[in-house]
Nanobody, 123 residues
Framework: QVQLVESGGGLVQAGGSLRLSCAASGSTSSINPMAWYRQAPGKQREFVAMIRSGGSTNYADSVKGRFTISRDNAVNTVYLYLQMNSLKPEDTAAYYC???????????????WGQGTQVTVSS
């Protein structure tokens, strides 16, 4: 079983940067792809970015050119990162990672994903 733990959120002024991390531990040998999602208060969860094992990526239009997703494979742990630059107040949300292993998403899209890591961008 794979566990996902996000970190790196915080309070930042508009125009600033943050780097989010997600540690995937457990049976990580077949994790692909990995993705970031976010959920603002009162809004539905939305896709942010995805990366596949070959390195291909795709981004939501709202973050294209400002956010960069990357991953790093270590022994028994896979790290997923989200470098966020030129942050805007509308980027304020709880950020979550998710991944596919065994052809199944680790986090169920119909369920609550907990706290994630909170990003707050002040104007």
């Amino acid at each position: 079983q794979v566990q996902l733990v996000e970190s790196g959120g915080g309070l930042v002024q508009a125009g600033g940067s943050l780097r989010l991390s997600c540690a995937a531990s457990g049976s990580t040998s077949s994790i692909n792809p990995m993705a970031w999602y976010r959920q603002a208060p009162g809004k539905q969860r939305e896709f942010v970015a995805m990366i596949r094992s070959g390195g291909s990526t795709n981004y939501a239009d709202s973050v294209k050119g400002r956010f960069t997703i990357s991953r790093d494979n270590a022994v028994n742990t896979v790290y997923l990162y989200l470098q966020m630059n030129s942050l805007k107040p509308e980027d304020t949300a709880a950020y979550y990672c998710n991944a596919v292993t065994g052809s199944k998403w680790i986090r169920n899209f119909l369920e609550d994903w907990g706290q994630g890591t909170q990003v707050t961008v002040s104007s």
